[in-house]
């Protein structure tokens, strides 16, 4: 399983990307046999209120399968990273059949 982490609109410090990483791997650890590549991208959005968030989007590389892109929105990196892991966790239950 491969990962590709880009951070827009901020630092990627090897702290981040370290904490990103095994939140991955604690999230998608069960499905590791069926997951060739990892693509994260986070970025800000801004709202008309001046309200800063975050959208992650990762996109799921399956061998055999169409490949999945979920999209999540949070308060700040990780708030968006872990809602876009838990949709995506989800949607692999579902294909693969498999209990959480």
Do not use: F
């Not at 990762?58 to 990780?78: F, V, W």
């Not at 949607?91 to 693969?96: G, P, S, V």
Request: charged share 20%; proline share 2%.
């Amino acid at each position: 399983m491969k990962l590709i982490l880009t951070l827009q609109d901020k630092l990627q410090n090897a702290a981040t990307k370290m904490q990103i990483s095994r939140l991955v791997n604690s999230k998608l650890s069960k499905y590791s046999k069926n997951i060739r590549k990892i693509t994260i991208n986070v970025k800000d959005i801004h709202h008309d209120q001046a309200i800063s968030m975050k959208q992650c989007s990762i996109e799921l590389l399956l061998p055999g399968l169409p490949s999945m892109q979920i999209k999540a929105k949070g308060k700040d990196l990780l708030q968006a990273t872990k809602r876009a892991l838990q949709y995506s966790q989800q949607q692999l239950a579902h294909k693969y059949q498999l209990g959480h």
